[in-house]
């Protein structure tokens, strides 16, 4: 159904179907990106199903022979406000993620987190890794078996009967029965993946290595029948080679399991000896499981007897099912709903909104993140919209972010999922990054229900149209359905979760988000539209769910991004935030914390009569961006947005008073403390957090 | 490209599971222009080396206790030898914690008062700088560094001894030098951060100076890490002339 990125783009050097995305950066230099849920095992078990999700998805990078280099994790919760079940999960589900990162060494750079009721039962735990090399290793590490007579190995941990049936345990909606899962799901042991990590680079750099692949979701059945399905081999197994942490194990267990940190190899037969020698020389466990041969048959044999005599492709192609979708009746009055005349003040309003949960600092989270390990990250978490990395002995650096906003989705997931690519392109583009690709990670209800199955159909649909209109090349994609709470009838806000990796070329070209000198123009690009349905303005001040969500005008949008990139051209562009949740106060508000700056605003230029003041205020249409220019620019910077015909409004100088001041709007004068805004901004989550 | 430090040669230890070896080879070779090699830790010999660097990670995972199973490998012996030879012997972060965990340096590095990991840029302020990894530094002087620690607040319970011996090497502290609570990170005693042993030559901190060494990857654009490095590369030269 997607556009075929590895046919249509010269870049990308794997595509969909593979265990991540690769794209070619220039230099010989390539990187792998994936994002996958691990939303069920986190529901039940947090800390454990958090940690093991980074497991599998450091994993599925390294997998492409390359090392893995950061993590992003954006998350769902219920609210956390008297919710205690709530924040027991954010708690541990963010030590996990924490802990196993942390040990690992490989730094969680991006992520976000909304809370909202819908997610109260089902949290989600979604996580993404992006992985750096030589185009030259990943070409020695395909996930396939495609020679016969090549060795196939297990290194890694023991199996053990952990994990038996995660994969259709994470298929199933939770009920009450749930607890009773816990044991399928799997416990983590990132020292062992750390190992697995050093061992299967320097097993690759061998040259020994021809096929790699991890014992994820399906253990050994998937890996094997991937493997030698994929590659149009067949081969041999004896099960009684592989190593279990506890005897007795029967060949279906042995077949089933979901242990942690395990990877299988397919060795030259030459190299068989060196790469072992790599192994041992970390330490690692590993046994010589069988051997690939052309006859497009996979036998695993358990001492003697045969237990498994099945085509290698049978497993490996998925069966098609036809689902009946429905467009939800409630839909219609949801979207009528109008935005109710506010009953406090503007002021009041947007400092309700800095200390709502989903806008809020989550320094709570990243500061428990080793975000610096690597000695990559140029922008930190916190720092700007997106996380940036440099390439070492490159003048090259990558920008990643991550994100989709649930509310918008569940009104119009069509629309929504459009926005969520106009904004997590807005992210790297904020950071001066060119968007390279996406992936995405599908989170949404039961599928059999055809309502919830809509919401996933709308989506693809969404993701398909803009990715090709914008020239997006999607390169990995993954799907967790179920997320439905069968007891309480309750499914998940439609979550198709958008990570977008761009390129930056040159530290000079590195925009970042604070305000930097006073007597500096603020400079609103986009146009605003009354757009508040699943805002954070209807929810936290208006209690609604509902209302008009924004919908995206491709061409614009492109103008818009084309535009910036001919200001970056001159360099003429200080600093640079998207406009997200909370609308333009809030985001000029968190450009004028870091250096403790103001904003003398004067919206008039923007007067529209069809506007009220508080749905311009507090609009969340996409793809718009304030940035700071020097005023001397700003004549080139019209002629520039008059030819490409891009909608930008002077709204104000920055100021060196530490406050907000606005005018210009039908309501009268008003004005923001900073020191007020950043002392709420920075106090919710650890006041809800700690005791 | 020019190598200004050709005779000198360092190693870094790699443990398995330590994850800031990488960095401080990355460091010391590309930014530092000091031939350093990595090594793993069971092939490690000191007479090859002028100096060690104990690096940052999760030694054998950490589990047990933060840098208990590593100070029983063979290249803590290995660095008990280059200290009797005079040769420097640093840990930083996880390696700090495997040299007080060797008896090593004095002291015990505990879990973070706030029980959370911790990673954020603090101050430091140089408490004593005639160490191996200070002599190029000022007594008071105050650098910019980040942490990245769950088990990082020190204790010892010989504190007297420790100031009378001039064992306190770096302190947290704020911008201006000021030894306050929110100074602190961790909770660490005296806001302890860094210490030696009685011959200066050996040396942990829980701070990581590999990233602080290029302005790119500072906040406020200072190297102060580098002043780190260059100590060491003066003791030894020192030391060899």
Redesign the interface.
């Known amino acids: 159904m997607f556009e075929d990125a590895e046919a249509n783009y010269d870049y990308v050097l794997a595509g969909p179907g593979q265990d991540a995305g690769v794209i070619d950066i220039g230099d010989g230099y390539c990187l792998a990106f994936r994002i996958e849920s691990h939303n069920h095992p986190s529901a039940i078990e947090p800390y454990h199903g958090a940690a093991t999700g980074i497991g599998g998805i450091i994993r599925d990078i390294l997998c492409m022979g390359v090392r893995p280099i950061a993590l992003l994790d954006p998350l769902r919760f219920g609210r956390l406000k008297d919710n205690p079940h709530s924040k027991w999960l954010f708690k541990y589900v963010v030590k996990g993620i924490a802990d196993y990162g942390n040990c690992t060494g490989i730094p969680t750079i991006g992520g976000e987190v909304e809370f909202d009721d819908s997610f109260k039962s089902n949290c989600l735990v979604n996580v993404a890794c992006i992985g750096l090399g030589t185009i030259e290793d990943f070409k020695h590490a395909p996930s396939r078996a495609y020679n016969p007579g090549d060795y196939v190995i297990l290194m890694g941990g023991s199996t053990g009967r952990d994990g038996i049936h995660g994969v259709t345990f994470a298929s199933r909606t939770l009920t009450e029965m749930s607890e009773a899962d816990r044991p399928a799901v799997q416990i983590g042991d990132p020292f062992t993946k750390k190992m697995i990590i050093e061992a299967t680079l320097e097993a690759v750099k061998t040259g020994y290595v021809r096929g790699l692949k991890d014992l994820g979701g399906g253990g050994l059945t998937c890996a094997t029948s991937e493997l030698t399905g994929d590659g149009n081999t067949g081969g041999n197994i004896e099960l009684r080679k592989v190593f279990t942490r506890e005897p007795g194990m029967n060949s279906y267990e042995i077949m089933l399991s979901e242990s942690q940190e395990r990877m299988a190899f397919i060795v030259k037969p030459e190299g068989l000896e060196s790469v072992l020698d790599v192994f041992r020389k970390y330490e690692m466990g590993f046994a010589v499981i069988g051997r690939t041969n052309d006859s497009k048959v996979l036998k695993v044999f358990d001492g003697n007897s045969l237990v498994v005599n099945i085509p290698a492709k049978a497993l490996s192609e998925s069966p098609t099912f036809n689902r009946q979708e429905k467009r939800p009746s409630y839909l219609d009055e949801l979207i009528s709903q109008k935005t109710p005349v506010p009953t406090i003040g503007l002021d009041e309003c947007v400092y309700r909104l800095i200390a709502s949960e989903n806008i809020c600092s989550k320094e709570w989270v990243y500061r428990q993140y080793d975000h610096e390990v690597g000695v990559r990250s140029v922008v930190k978490c916190g720092e700007g919209d997106s996380g940036v990395l440099r390439i070492i002995g490159t003048d090259k650096f990558i920008a990643a972010s991550v994100g989709v906003n649930s509310k918008h989705c569940f009104l119009d997931p069509y629309e929504g999922v459009k926005g969520a690519l106009v904004e997590e392109c807005g992210n790297v583009i904020a950071n001066g990054a060119k968007p390279m690709a996406m992936v995405n990670c599908c989170n949404f209800g039961n599928p059999e229900i055809p309502e919830s199955f809509w919401y996933f159909s709308k989506s693809v649909d969404g993701m398909n149209d803009f990715c090709r209109n914008l020239r997006i090349p999607i390169v990995g994609g993954n799907v967790s359905f179920y997320n439905e709470d069968e007891v309480k009838k309750i499914a998940i806000k439609a979550t198709p979760m958008i990570m977008i990796v761009g390129l930056i070329k040159g530290e000079e070209n590195i925009i970042t988000l604070p305000f930097k000198n006073a007597g500096d123009d603020i400079l609103l690009i986009g146009e605003t539209q009354a757009e508040l349905g699943g805002s954070e303005y209807h929810s936290v001040i208006h209690t609604l769910e509902g209302g008009k969500p924004p919908s995206v005008d491709e061409q614009k949008i492109k103008a818009r991004w084309d535009f910036l990139f001919e200001l970056y051209k001159r360099n003429i562009v200080k600093a640079n935030h998207d406009i997200n949740k909370g609308g333009i106060l809030v985001t000029i508000a968190e450009m004028c914390f870091k250096k403790n700056l103001g904003a003398d605003l004067d919206f008039t230029s923007c007067y529209d009569s069809n506007l009220r003041d508080d749905e311009f205020l507090f609009s969340e249409s996409v793809g718009r961006f304030i940035i700071e220019t020097n005023h001397k620019e700003y004549k080139t910077i019209g002629e520039i947005a008059r030819i490409l015909n891009v909608n930008i409004k002077k709204i104000g100088v920055i100021s060196s008073n530490p406050e907000i001041k606005i005018k210009g709007l039908k309501s009268k004068v008003f004005s923001l403390k900073i020191d007020k805004m950043k002392r709420l901004y920075d106090s919710v989550i650890s006041a809800l957090m700690e005791i | 490209m020019k190598r200004l430090n050709m005779s000198i040669r360092i190693a870094v230890i790699m443990f398995?599971?330590a994850?800031?070896d990488?960095?401080t080879i990355?460091?010391l070779n590309?930014v530092m222009n000091i031939q350093t090699d990595l090594v793993?830790h069971n092939y490690f010999k000191e007479s090859e080396y002028d100096g060690v660097i104990l690096p940052?990670?999760?030694a054998?995972?950490?589990?047990l206790r933060a840098g208990i199973i590593a100070a029983h490998s063979p290249a803590l012996d290995q660095a008990r030898m280059m200290l009797k030879d005079n040769k420097p012997v640093i840990g930083i972060c996880n390696g700090f914690q495997v040299l007080t965990e060797a008896n090593l340096l004095p002291g015990a590095l505990l879990q973070n008062n706030s029980l959370?990991?911790?990673?954020?840029w603090v101050n430091l302020r140089v408490e004593n700088n005639k160490t191996a990894c200070t002599n190029m530094m000022k007594r008071g002087e105050v650098i910019d560094i980040?942490i990245?620690h769950?088990e990082g607040r020190y204790f010892a319970d010989n504190l007297k001894e420790l100031e009378e011996n001039n064992q306190i090497v770096f302190k947290y502290s704020t911008e201006n030098g000021e030894l306050t609570e929110n100074a602190n990170p961790n909770g660490s005693l005296e806001n302890i951060a860094g210490v030696c042993n009685l011959e200066q030559n050996c040396i942990g901190l829980m701070p990581?100076p590999?990233?602080a060494s290029?302005a790119?990857?500072s906040?406020k654009g200072t190297i102060h890490g580098q002043l780190f490095f260059k100590s060491i590369i003066e003791f030894i030269k020192r030391r060899l002339s």
């Open positions: 398995p599971g994850n800031c990488l960095d990355h460091v590309n793993w940052g990670g999760f054998f995972g950490d589990y959370k990991f911790i990673c954020k980040p990245a769950g990581h590999e990233r290029e790119i990857l906040p």
